[in-house]
């Protein structure tokens, strides 16, 4: 079956007030649109756009009302529920510090938390379902700016030492801040230390040692030698954060993370305990349905620093790029290494693009409209408008106006 689905942009405060209605050619709401949600989490389901030819209102309650039809059979075996969630992201400011856990944390907190009869809505809680969380964010701006896991140690000691050159030639030299920060980078376990350390001194007021430190960082990285120098991107956002959020310790946990900028079509993959923070512009998000969310820093929200330590992957790495794989002519498929989703774009062709099913899907159309056929029949997606396909219509055959994503689960394959 097809059913043509639809949402209404969530409008947390670092959404972008123009990027989403542009995306879907509609007019702008006048407040912040953050987050387009298509798929059936509970946190925002979407909505049937026929509500009455399905008998169910969104797509939670179509999944719930026949499970095998909506899923499959093995998916209905396996808990019922659409695994993986389709966002559309537009960041005007930058999003919070965050990681996500594996399976077996998911599951072991959630249950903690169940038996401590912790509320589900409570602002202190930390797992609100047994699910993990990694994510795919694909570039649909020309460019998309990101942090994202903990970079190499060598880049990190080549921060420090442009901010000590920094500090030495400016008016009144505090080296003593500097020192600080290296004494935990000299450690056994660096990256945790300081982090820890940044976390449980750093919000404890503007009177501790590390607030002195996130103070004199803030200041040296607005200086020519910072700005001139290989990582002035990352100082220009210690800058931009600390605009936003004055002496947070997560402004010098940014100098410890990967900068990155995604060009249109470019993507990362989030695995669990990577941190990271979304900074601006639009993408394609794609992740596992879970609302799981571990936060360090630049937020107003609930952050548990023990908890958070215990979930984050501390090892150095390179950013954490997704090379996409062109399957067929105008067919990109960006495939992680987990089983819940599976994201291809699909651009105008001389051939319609054929994409054989192994699960539920979803078709979301971007600049124009887009023609999906498959077992029952044919329908058109009108621009940033969505549908889902149940499995067991086999094949479906793409033809669009501009770019589908299709979003999915299980490894389909392209004709």
Do not use: C
Not at 258 to 284: K, Q
Request: glycine share 8%; no cysteine.
């Amino acid at each position: 079956m097809f059913v043509a689905i639809r949402n209404t942009p969530r409008d947390y405060a670092w959404g972008s007030h123009t990027a989403i209605a542009e995306f879907r050619g509609t007019e702008p709401s006048g407040g912040p649109e953050a987050e387009l949600w298509l798929g059936a989490h509970a946190g925002s389901p979407a909505e049937v756009v026929d509500a009455a030819s399905v008998g169910a209102a969104d797509l939670a309650e179509l999944i719930a009302a026949n499970p095998t039809a909506a899923l499959g059979p093995a998916l209905a075996r396996e808990g019922a529920r659409l695994p993986f969630l389709l966002k559309v992201l537009a960041a005007a400011r930058p999003l919070s510090l965050q990681a996500h856990p594996t399976p077996e944390r998911a599951r072991a907190g959630f249950a903690e938390e169940e038996a401590e009869g912790v509320p589900i809505d409570a602002f202190d809680r930390n797992y609100r379902d047994p699910f993990h969380k990694p994510e795919l964010i694909v570039a649909v701006s020309d460019a998309f700016e990101a942090l994202s896991g903990f970079r190499p140690l060598d880049e990190v000691r080549g921060v420090v030492a442009v901010l000590r050159a920094a500090d030495a030639a400016s008016e009144e030299p505090q080296p003593g801040a500097l020192d600080l920060l290296d004494a935990r980078l000299a450690t056994d376990d660096p990256l945790r230390e300081t982090v820890g350390w940044l976390l449980q001194d750093g919000r404890g007021g503007d009177t501790g040692e590390a607030a002195w430190v996130v103070e004199r960082v803030t200041g040296l990285a607005a200086s020519d030698a910072a700005l001139s120098s290989p990582y002035a991107a990352s100082f220009r956002t210690v800058s931009d954060l600390a605009d936003e959020y004055p002496g947070d310790p997560g402004i010098v946990i940014s100098l410890l993370l990967n900068r990155v900028t995604l060009r249109r079509g470019e993507a990362l993959f989030l695995a669990a305990g990577n941190i990271h923070a979304y900074l601006s512009g639009l993408a394609v998000e794609l992740m596992a349905a879970s609302d799981n969310v571990l936060r360090g820093g630049l937020t107003p929200k609930h952050i548990d620093i023990p908890e958070l330590l215990d979930v984050l992957d501390f090892r150095a790495i390179e950013p954490p790029r997704l090379q996409p794989l062109e399957v067929a002519p105008g067919v990109v498929e960006y495939r992680p290494p987990v089983p819940d989703f599976t994201l291809y774009r699909v651009e105008p062709a001389a051939t319609p693009a054929r994409l054989a099913l192994a699960g539920p899907a979803i078709v979301l159309a971007e600049g124009g409209d887009v023609e999906v056929s498959a077992a029952s029949g044919a329908t058109r997606v009108p621009r940033g408008e969505a549908v889902f396909a149940s499995p067991d219509e086999g094949v479906l055959t793409v033809a669009p106006e501009a770019v589908a994503w299709v979003a999915t689960t299980g490894r389909p394959t392209a004709d």
